[in-house]
């Protein structure tokens, strides 16, 4: 049984540019969920996605958007990026309406 | 609003002694609780998860009880090692919620040998 992978681990932007994270979905979940945490902060909810469309969103900006694919596969764009878009983000995954979410290990996004 | 606070903030303690952290949240209604350990720069790792009729959850040296009536939980770390040194997070979600888990800044907790 495969745990949740994002990719990059790591990534350095210039404010105002666009970036995707990828996250691949521990094997049999169908859900996933993306979450920001800032530094020294609990993790935000950002979206949800299931069956390849947005389940449920948070308190964040369009510039915020995702796509799951059919192999529940996720990536989340941030466009016009922002300083305070510097955090922690996290992935995880779950079968619907299960208690069980798995996180990966985050991508840390950098915006300078 | 739905919140979740955790206390304390910080916590130092030696190797082998016991600890416990706290919890208190206004998220409703209520479907579970859950308990994760997060080390620095690392995704949260379950530890425990409760639903409303459950009281006391272990799992290893670790054990979280509830009350849902007063809407506290707390974590009980028992002869601590120093590779409990890592961020413990509250989460509680309610029912319907999608997703949206609602997170504790967390206690941070360094144990010392």
């Known amino acids: 049984e495969t745990g949740v992978t994002q990719s990059p681990t790591h990534l350095i932007k210039t404010r105002g540019q666009q970036v995707t994270l990828r996250c691949s979905s521990q094997s049999g979940h169908n859900t996933v969920s993306w979450y920001q945490q800032a530094l020294g902060q609990g993790p935000q909810f950002i979206f949800q996605?299931?069956?390849?469309?947005?389940?449920g969103r948070g308190n964040f900006p369009p510039r915020f958007s995702g796509l799951q694919f059919p192999n529940y596969s996720s990536e989340l764009n941030v466009n016009a990026l922002e300083l305070d878009d510097s955090a922690l983000y996290l992935c995880?995954?779950?079968?619907?309406?299960?208690?069980?979410?798995?996180f990966g290990s985050g991508t840390r996004l950098t915006v300078v | 609003k739905n919140q979740v606070e955790q206390s304390p903030q910080s916590l130092i303690i030696l190797e082998g002694k016991n600890c416990t952290l706290q919890?208190?949240?206004?998220?409703?209604?209520?479907?579970?609780l859950r308990w994760y350990k997060q080390d620095t720069g690392r995704g949260p790792v379950s530890l425990t998860i409760?639903?409303?009729?459950?009281n006391t959850k272990s799992n290893g040296r670790y054990t979280a009880t509830l009350d849902a009536d007063t809407k506290q939980s707390s974590l009980h770390i028992t002869a601590s090692q120093l590779s409990d040194s890592a961020s413990y997070i509250c989460v509680v979600s309610a029912r319907g919620s999608q997703g949206n888990l609602i997170f504790g800044k967390g206690t941070k907790l360094s144990v010392k040998p």
């Open positions: 995880a995954s779950s079968l619907r309406n299960d208690y069980g979410y798995t």
């Open positions: 996605y299931y069956r390849e469309e947005e389940n």
């Open positions: 919890c208190n949240y206004t998220v409703s209604p209520f479907s579970n």
């Open positions: 409760m639903i409303f009729s459950e």
